[in-house]
Structure formats: structure tokens, C-alpha cells
């Protein structure tokens, strides 16, 4: 098995996986079986790659760089058990690449682009079978912060409405090369098969959150004030006096339902 010897390059954010023991851990995790369809994000030099390989009878990689993908297609006794999609994963359609009902993704994301390529996943979740990524500590923490948390926030709001979110296991700077500035840690992100407080609009979900947390100091009175009144606070029983942080997810889809009945039922009294 050869491996990968070029450098890393700091444009794609790279920092190659290379501690066995953490690589063990992250497969174990992962519990990949033979049958399953499995898209790795960003392979690398194949430190997660080749010990999946060990476990699925076929897996799919996206990678951006050209070198690296120039020496995966240089793999030829992985002809039959790897696809190489040679893209931006911001740009993958993943309900087109999903062969089965689900897909499982996994990667050591680069940090650069992290939060939007989990946001462009939850846009696809309904063909997602759960995800494990490997990201910067400070993103895990925002991930799986809960209501009262100083990480809570919209991320954390967000990815919590269509995921179960799990914290797995800290890795520590010198578990890559090169080591990055920064602690990592690994996340299960399930998607909910069923959700049981449902918003009529995520979009103007995700509008609302993001107005609440705009002004992270302020209440919510002050950053809802454009499209909750204090009536409205007051039939929902919300305190307007606390912060976005202190609300459940279920409280801000009750403030999104709220925000569009008041807004259906203006426009039909005129």
C-alpha cells in the first residue's frame, strides 16, 4: 500500500489524519458495514480511507484537490472498490449520488469550510443515514451546546432541529501533520426520522434564529421586535426578557409558527 507524500496545501485547509489510535477509534465509531453506501469527505492520504476500504465492498470519496486526486486515480488496484468524485463537496448533490434509501458521510473536514458543508448537508438530509466528521473543537462545542450553554447558538439551534447531535472523542493537535493551531473532536450528526415539534418554514426558522442570536447580549424583545410583539411572547409563555441561548429548539419553532400565523392571518383581514 503506497501513500500519499505531497505537502498539504494551506488553500483547502488541509491537516492529514496519522494517529493509528484515533484512526481505530473513528472507524470504530463509524462501524462501517460491507453493504453501505459511505462518502467520504476529503480522503486525504487515506488515513480514514484505507481502513473503511478494510470494511465496505465500495466507497465514494470527494476531493478537491487536484494532486490528491491524481494520485488516488493512480490507485489501480482500487479501481473496482473506489469512485473519486473530483468536485467541491459544497457543490454535491448527495440525493443524486444516493444508490440505497441512505447514505453515511464522513470526514476530517477542513476548518475552512465546515460550517457551510454541514449546512448544505442538512439540506439533504432526508437521504442521510447519520454523518461523523472530525472538526475543530470550538465547532463540536457550538454543535452540541444546549439551551443555557454559552455555545449555544444558531448552529447549534439549526443542526439540533434535524439531527440528534453526539460528541464522541477529543483529538488532540499532534494527531496531525501538520499539526493545526487548534483541538479537534469528532461528532455523530443522525438525522430525526421523525421531528416532533415540525416548523411550517424552515427558511423562516432559520431567519428568526439568526435575528434572535444577531445581538448575542441583547433579549429577545429587543432582536424579535420586528416580528414578535410582546403579546405574542406573552401567549406563547416566553419570558421577552432572556437571551436567545436560554431557548430550547421547541421554543423557537413555537416563535417561527407564531411569526407565520400572525403574518397569514394579517394578510387576509387586509
Known amino acids: 500500500m503506497s501513500h500519499y507524500q505531497n505537502r498539504t496545501k494551506k488553500r483547502f ?50 476531493e478537491l484537490d487536484r494532486d490528491v486526486i491524481a494520485w488516488w486515480q493512480s490507485q489501480t488496484d482500487l479501481n473496482d472498490k473506489l469512485t473519486i468524485h473530483a468536485q467541491d463537496a459544497l457543490t454535491i448533490d448527495f440525493k443524486a449520488l444516493a444508490r440505497h434509501d441512505k447514505i453515511r ?13 454541514i449546512f448544505h448537508l442538512l439540506e439533504q438530509v432526508d437521504v442521510i443515514e447519520d454523518m461523523h466528521f472530525m472538526l475543530q473543537k470550538e465547532v463540536v462545542d457550538r454543535l452540541v451546546a444546549v439551551a443555557g450553554n454559552k455555545d449555544h447558538g444558531r448552529m447549534a439551534v439549526m443542526v439540533q432541529y434535524w439531527c440528534e447531535t453526539e460528541f464522541l472523542f477529543d483529538v488532540p493537535p499532534s494527531a496531525f501533520s501538520p499539526p493545526p493551531k487548534v483541538d479537534s473532536a469528532v461528532v455523530r450528526l443522525t438525522p430525526r426520522r421523525v421531528i416532533k415539534d415540525p416548523v411550517q418554514n424552515t427558511q423562516k426558522l ?58 397569514a392571518l394579517s394578510k387576509a383581514t387586509g
Do not use: M
Open 206 to 263: 432559520s431567519e428568526l434564529v439568526a435575528l434572535a442570536f444577531a445581538q448575542r447580549r441583547k433579549t429577545l424583545r429587543n432582536n424579535l421586535k420586528s416580528i414578535i410583539s410582546d403579546a405574542g411572547f406573552e401567549a406563547l409563555g416566553i419570558d421577552p426578557s432572556r437571551r436567545a441561548e436560554t431557548l430550547e429548539v421547541s421554543d423557537f419553532v413555537r416563535l417561527t409558527n407564531y411569526w407565520l400565523e400572525q403574518t
Open 13 to 62: 485547509g488541509q491537516h492529514f489524519l496519522q494517529d493509528t489510535s484515533i484512526i481505530n477509534s473513528l472507524v470504530r465509531a463509524i462501524y462501517p458495514k460491507s453493504e453501505q453506501q459511505i462518502i467520504e469527505i476529503g480522503p486525504g492520504g487515506g488515513a480514514l480511507t484505507f481502513p473503511l476500504l478494510d470494511y465496505v465492498d465500495h466507497l465514494e470519496v470527494v
Open 105 to 117: 458521510v464522513v470526514g476530517n473536514l477542513p476548518y475552512n469550510i465546515s460550517t457551510p458543508l
